[in-house]
């Protein structure tokens, strides 16, 4: 994709389904599936489904969850799809972003004018202590993980890096949580549509220090998807394509103790630069962002990496009131993965819902007024894995 022309769409979105997040007791992550693909379905009547999609990339972090592999075929199964060729990809929490870098791959080499992306995970089932072992299993097992150590406590030593080198507060963390928490208020898809106050936030209990359970995203169960195509097609399919402009991924350490530095996320940073580059537009120009923000500092750390500020200012940035709805850029208007909830697996294409909502406008009580660009930031494990894309409106 290196030498594609600036601001040039590299695909359309033509449709965007997303099951509703929670805790789907009951439910297989398949039927989930089968949620966001009626939706996007709905949304697209010239679609033919069968006839049309050509490919399927679905991403899936764990088959521990549901003691289930092979997801593309069982997916697509329940979907009603088969015999459509499927994939499955892996990137940790980035997984459905890598779907939709495979969804992209697929349909500028040629090979397939019409894509489905999407992705699944299926978690509330499981005890919290299995969730988060197997959540651990994406980040180092010899050095990491055999020493007991967790995302809430890999995290919480970027933040007590970020607090140590640029004065970062636990309140500005917690406010984070506020917002997102409030953003969520306003998505009848959230798993959690509850305020949360300043003071509950950061009197909630410690989680790993400073991380308490505010600071945390939730374990939720979703599915999400998109429908893909060339730009030229776009229009026999929808009046309102959303177009990808830019996309840049990147891959680090698996483990955290092999960088330098603990209070930026190389890939998020490499990733948004190739993106930026490839779309020929600037942060200021982004209108709405969904970045992943599993912990509260993480959300802190993008908006540094994206360059909404500069190094060291995240904490200022939210406390000025910059990243919420009326701001200098919209972040996580849908609740983010702190309130809508993070399925691993599904929230890397559920970001780019979110944004595919607020580019077509409806967005409804959390419409950001005018977005025409906007952007997704989806990270694997502690940043091995990073993915951006940049959208806009037709
Ligand atoms: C923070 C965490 C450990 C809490 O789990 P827990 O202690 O088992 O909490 P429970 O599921 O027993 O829930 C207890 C209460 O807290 C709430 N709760 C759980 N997690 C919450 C969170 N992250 N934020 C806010 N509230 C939360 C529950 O809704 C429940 O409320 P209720 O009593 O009103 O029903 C868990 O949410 C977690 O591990 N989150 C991080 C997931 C993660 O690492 N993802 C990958 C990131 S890289």
């Known amino acids: 994709m290196g030498d594609t022309v600036k601001g040039k769409p590299l695909v359309s979105i033509v449709s965007a389904g997303l099951s509703k997040f929670g805790r789907r007791t009951g439910l297989y992550g398949r039927e989930l599936f089968v949620e966001a693909v009626n939706e996007a379905f709905e949304r697209c009547p010239n679609l033919n489904p069968r ?33 459509i060729q499927a994939f499955r990809t892996e990137g940790a929490c980035g997984s459905s972003a890598a779907a939709i870098r495979c969804g992209i791959f697929a349909v500028l080499s040629g090979l397939s004018d019409v894509v489905l992306v999407g992705g699944v995970e299926k978690m509330t089932h499981r005890a919290t202590s299995d969730v988060t072992e197997y959540l651990a299993m994406a980040c180092d097992f010899p ?9 809430p406590g890999l995290f919480a030593m970027v933040a007590t890096a970020h607090m140590h080198k640029y004065g970062t507060t636990e309140e500005q963390m ?31 209990r410690v989680i790993a220090w400073p991380l308490k359970l505010y600071d945390c995203s939730l374990i939720t169960d979703g599915a999400s998807c998109l429908i893909l195509t060339k730009p030229e097609l776009a229009k026999t399919f929808t009046d309102t394509p959303v177009h990808i402009i830019g996309s840049g991924q990147a891959s680090d350490t698996i483990g955290l103790y092999e960088r330098n530095e603990y209070t930026t996320l190389n890939v998020g940073r490499l990733a948004a630069e190739e993106a930026y580059r490839m779309a020929g537009v600037t942060p200021s120009n982004i209108d709405a962002a969904e970045v992943h923000d599993c912990f509260t500092i993480a959300e802190i750390v993008a908006y540094e990496d994206l360059g909404f500020c ?17 701001g ?15 399925p691993v697996g599904a929230t890397g294409v559920a970001q780019a819902y979110e944004i595919y909502l607020q580019l077509t406008g409806q967005a409804a009580k959390r419409q950001v007024a005018g977005a025409e660009i906007g952007l997704t930031h ?12 940049i959208y806009k409106r037709d």
């Open 174 to 204: 917690a406010m984070v949580a506020v917002k997102n928490h409030h953003h969520g208020c306003m998505n009848p898809k959230a798993h959690m549509q509850k305020e949360v106050s300043l003071e509950k936030a950061m009197s909630s």
């Open 51 to 83: 006839k049309d999609i050509k490919a399927a990339f679905i991403g899936m972090m764990g088959e521990s969850f549901e003691h289930q592999g092979h997801t593309g075929p069982t997916v697509l199964d329940w979907a009603g799809l088969l015999p």
């Open 328 to 342: 200098k850029v919209a972040v996580c208007t849908s609740g983010g993965l702190k309130a809508k909830g993070h």
């Open 143 to 151: 050095f990491e993980q055999w020493n007991g150590l967790t995302f």
């Open 310 to 326: 500069k190094p060291g200012l995240g904490g200022q940035f939210i406390e000025e009131g910059q990243s919420q709805i009326g």
């Open 378 to 389: 989806n990270v694997g494990g502690l940043g091995a894995t990073g993915v951006v894309n």
